[in-house]
């Protein structure tokens, strides 16, 4: 086998790698937007009250139970590896999942998707952490963007079947959630074939690191700073982003008067929106460019395309406008920059523990939050517009002020800069 050979053989794995891994996007997201789409059908077969609305919302994947997932999953990562948890975590997810395919009542849904956050959760630092280790150096935004594109691609795949199926009602649902459920399933037996994380072997085969896996060496004064940037920039952001993934076509049924069909519709194009903007914008630049700057722009243009709903009332033609200028924004916004960073900003040996304690804490508020979504959106939707605009703007100015610039280096490389800071 020639050189050339061999890293042409070593890049498809490097890329099929990093699918599986990212896949775990794919089914987070695919369980948000399902939920979402399923929701208005719910809320008339079942006669769900705001309140329990507000439940739903609060603790399933999009919340409270995909944060406590990714605490536990995450220390359980750096303990025992990336593999044990993000394979085997699928088959917990089916479990859940057919909770849902199978729900008579409202109580097993709530029950259904606790279990799928749980699962979710766990996964997330585990694909995250595998992939900025797997990849190359001068590629890792461009493998993490990988991972976003499927992460949009779930919600796209989920709303066009819901479009399909839609005539069917609730059984339409089930068979949605049944896809995710055997694609859960299928996942775990190709992951059995991927190797272990290689820094994370290394890490654990140094006597040095390895004693300092305990969890209170997390909270140094380095650390926390890190994390309070990370976790305060995404918080913000994902205020704004899970309200919007679980309830816009909600929002879009009960106070622009759409159709279920349109506003789902709708929600389907901004997600294919999302991904041309990851792949043209983040993956082609996030590697060479300042990131800084990247950042800032999308976060702009995400503030501007929300204050259209908070100034004028919420029509088609605004919708539209709305979605176009968010979908644009966040493709190369927040969600891709928490993922690069917070694989970059930790030592190997507790880089899924950070990202899980972070993901924990912007997942429990987003879950403290949606409680109050539906009641907002009942009593006063600008006052609601207006409060995830100043939860954008939060975003973008923590973002912009403490990006860091770490394009081009290795992981190594930022653990020796760390180390000597």
């Known amino acids: 086998m020639t050189a050339a050979t061999a890293a042409s053989s070593s890049e498809r794995e490097d890329w099929k790698n990093t699918i599986l891994a990212g896949l775990a996007n794919y089914i987070d997201a695919g369980s948000i937007v399902a939920g979402a789409a399923a929701l208005a059908l719910w809320v008339k077969a079942y006669g769900l009250s705001t309140d329990f609305v507000g439940m739903i919302g609060a603790f399933g994947p999009n919340a409270i139970a995909a944060g406590v997932g990714a605490l536990i999953g995450g220390r359980l ?4 590896g990336r593999k044990k948890i993000y394979q085997y975590d699928m088959l917990f997810y089916a ?18 998707f606790f279990l799928v956050g749980l699962a979710v959760g766990a996964d997330i630092p585990a694909s995250w952490s595998l992939i900025a280790e797997m990849a190359p150096d001068d590629k890792r935004g461009k493998h993490s963007g990988v991972a976003q594109v499927l992460w949009y691609l779930g919600p796209v795949v989920v709303l066009v079947l819901f479009l399909i199926l839609e005539p069917l009602g609730l059984l339409g649902a089930r068979i949605v959630f049944a896809h995710l459920a055997v694609l859960a399933i299928a996942l775990t037996f190709l992951r059995s074939k991927m190797s272990e994380s290689k820094r994370w072997e290394e890490a654990q085969a140094n006597a040095e690191i390895a004693q300092r896996w305990r969890w209170q060496d997390l909270f140094t004064r380095q650390h926390i ?28 049924s009960t106070v622009g008067n759409q159709s279920h069909a349109m506003s789902v519709a709708i929600q389907a194009f901004s997600f294919l929106l999302g991904m041309g903007s990851i792949f043209f914008i983040f993956m082609k630049l996030s590697d060479k460019v300042n990131q800084r700057l990247l950042f800032g722009l999308s976060a702009i243009t995400q503030i501007v395309g929300m204050a259209l709903l908070a100034i004028f009332p919420l029509t088609l033609p605004v919708a539209i406008i709305h979605v176009v200028l968010m979908a644009i924004g966040q493709g190369f916004g927040a969600q891709c920059f928490f993922q690069l960073w917070s694989s970059e900003m930790f030592p190997t040996a507790l880089r899924a523990t950070a990202q899980g304690v972070m993901f924990a804490v912007v997942r429990i508020a987003l879950g403290v939050f949606s409680f109050f979504v539906p009641w907002l959106t009942a009593t006063s939707f600008t006052t609601l517009a207006w409060i995830l605009v100043g939860f954008l703007t939060i975003s973008g100015i923590i973002g912009f002020v403490w990006a860091p610039r770490n394009e081009g280096k290795s992981l190594e490389q930022l653990d020796a800069e760390r180390a000597a800071a």
């Open 77 to 80: 990562c750096d303990l025992f």
């Open 95 to 112: 479990f859940g999942m057919f909770w849902l395919v199978f729900a008579v009542n409202a109580w097993m849904i709530v029950i259904g």
């Open 225 to 252: 700073g890190s994390m309070a940037f990370l976790a305060g920039m995404y918080l913000f952001w994902n205020l704004w982003a899970g309200t919007n993934g679980f309830f816009f076509p909600y929002i879009l």
